[in-house]
């Protein structure tokens, strides 16, 4: 039973620099400096390497500097001030555990492993880690701490044993990538854990973007009784100091700050523009890009991907550059101008004619007696990306590509041409959404943006028929049936995995779903090629998604 009847614990929801262990220590050792005085600060999942670490935690040289800095990190509490919890990697007996260690009176006070090792979606962790066993309660200031880590949350045995164990408090550390949605399933599955043990529960996520993953934050604590009396924001680094006192029922923790959270559709697109910019933002600085650059084409996916941009790195980082064609409808050429003056960002204008007439001068003895086709189309792209990856080589933006998940679902894209760049903001956005997040964006500012209030593009870019423009009145519904069909269609074989007769038997044309589910398989060694994008739903084209370039399975309704 605990002595102790007053605990103060922070809660450290911060960013990561993976495979950097003395930046994240550094960091850590400023928040413990700056903290006052506390008795204990959690930190996220794995901390002190950056998660998910991949591949790179099976370099001994970062096993060995994770060790160093933690050893560092603990001899930092020398001083009698605040203990730390440290997610970090640990090999013992030559197996790698994603553990959690217990930095107190300048030594490494006790080391607890993870037991749950998710290997589905984003996750890859039984490829590097070894599970640990059900982990034992911790001994802190004569408090009996459980210290579930992330995934150990998610079902009831780690818990129920911490419980039986003699825990007094749940200690959860977190790297719970966003997506939409998550956030209240979140909240159950703590408040299902609390219900069954009796236990408060404290749970921690991080936040920051990391490739194709961002962390949303919102952690949160949950008492004993289900009250949530501390919600800390979403979407921003924060560092907050939760008061914990014991009564004969046990432990609770004080009310404190409750960060507003708007709900329903409102919610969701919000999230989704937020996990946007902070993906697209923290990969520009991590890899250490002077800004990006983009064709803008008058369309609304490059007018929402320009929108980010600016709302992520501010309108100084973000180049714009107008690629017109003899097709290019001078409507285009005053959506694409409208938009970059609106966003405050530079726009150029590079006409591409003249490199098209020298391709088709080139060709014309191999095509001659062909007629004009897809080919020529591509040309166009192509060039486009020859034009724009000049310019990223030369002035060293990156290329931001301004393709949907619609398009890349079906092929919809040009390899070596709009499918260029470095990064894709719009790549698990379908293009149903593309339409509502920019409706939204134009009437909402969301917090931390760099861009103006008010309109980034004009409604004219969100009404008008959709186009590639690569030939005369070219319209997408002239290769692809209505968006709100099409991605209907989509989001049933992707991210439910139902078969053909599934979707036929929800309503849909049997030859319409047989063909989109053709061209969604046709298109795998396209997505292979695309850059990386921020994951926004629950199966996005990257690490969600792994499927083989050459099969020959397809679904039937019959």
């Not at 980082?317 to 285009?332: A, F, G, H, I």
């Not at 088709?360 to 034009?387: C, H, W, Y």
């Not at 004219?460 to 005369?472: C, D, F, G, Q, Y």
Request: proline share 6%; hydrophobic share 35%.
């Amino acid at each position: 039973m605990s002595m102790t009847d007053q605990l103060t614990i922070l809660l450290a929801q911060i960013p990561q620099t993976v495979g950097h262990c003395r930046r994240n220590a550094d960091a850590m050792l400023k928040i413990r400096q700056e903290a006052g005085k506390v008795d204990l600060i959690l930190f996220p999942e794995l901390q002190l390497i950056g998660y998910p670490p991949e591949d790179l935690v099976l370099k001994p040289s970062l096993l060995q500097n994770a060790k160093e800095e933690l050893e560092r990190l603990a001899l930092a509490t020398s001083d009698g001030g605040a203990a730390m919890l440290v997610g970090t990697a640990w090999q013992e007996k030559g197996r790698i555990f994603n553990a959690v260690a217990l930095l107190d009176q300048g030594k490494i006070a006790a080391i607890r492993y993870k037991h749950d090792l998710p290997n589905y979606g984003t996750f890859d962790e039984k490829r590097i880690f070894s599970a640990g066993p059900l982990p034992e309660p911790v001994l802190f200031r004569d408090v009996s701490l459980g210290i579930p880590v992330c995934e150990d949350i998610w079902t009831e045995k780690l818990c129920a044993h911490l419980k039986e164990r003699g825990a007094e408090i749940l200690l959860v550390p977190n790297g719970s990538p966003f997506e939409s949605g998550k956030y209240p399933v979140r909240h159950k599955v703590v408040a299902d854990r609390v219900k069954e043990t009796g236990l408060p529960c404290l749970y921690l996520n991080r936040v920051g973007g990391q490739d194709e993953v961002v962390f949303d934050g919102g952690s949160f604590v949950v008492n004993r009784d289900g009250a949530v009396p501390i919600s800390l924001p979403q979407w921003q680094a924060d560092c907050y100091v939760t008061h914990w006192h014991k009564t004969e029922e046990g432990w609770s923790c004080d009310e404190g700050l409750q960060s507003k959270i708007s709900e329903g559709e409102d919610r969701r697109l919000s999230d989704i523009y937020q996990a946007m910019m902070m993906g697209l933002g923290d990969y520009v600085r991590q890899n250490g890009f002077s800004g990006v650059l983009l064709g803008l084409s008058g369309g609304i996916d490059s007018a929402l991907s320009a929108a980010v941009a600016v709302d992520a790195l501010g309108a100084d980082k973000v180049w714009c550059v107008m690629l017109p064609s003899r097709y290019t409808s001078q409507e285009s050429l005053d959506d694409a101008r409208a938009c970059a003056e609106m966003l405050g960002c530079r726009l150029d204008s590079v006409p591409i004619n003249p490199a098209v007439e020298a391709i088709d001068g080139m060709l014309a003895p191999l095509f001659s007696g062909k007629k004009p086709d897809i080919t020529e189309e591509n040309i166009q792209s192509r060039l486009r990306g020859v034009v724009l990856m000049a310019i990223s080589n030369k002035f060293s933006p990156m290329v931001l590509t301004t393709g949907n998940k619609s398009e890349m679902a079906v092929g919809y894209a040009t390899l070596y041409g709009d499918m260029n760049g470095g990064y894709s903001v719009l790549k698990d956005l379908y293009k149903s959404d593309v339409f509502k997040v920019s409706r939204w964006r134009n009437s909402h500012k969301p917090a931390h943006a760099l861009g103006p209030d008010g309109y980034v593009m004009p409604d004219r870019v969100i009404t008008k028929p959709p186009s590639a423009e690569l030939r005369e009145d070219q319209k997408d519904s002239d290769s692809l049936p209505p968006y709100d069909i099409l991605d209907a269609v989509l989001h049933g074989l992707i991210e439910e995995d139902l078969s053909c007769s599934d979707l036929v038997k929800r309503g849909y044309d049997p030859d319409l779903v047989t063909r989109i589910e053709n061209l969604l398989h046709r298109a795998e060694y396209k997505r292979r090629q695309a850059p990386p994008g921020v994951k926004l739903g629950s199966r996005n084209f990257g690490r969600d998604r792994r499927y083989p370039l050459s099969h020959q399975f397809r679904s039937s309704h019959s």
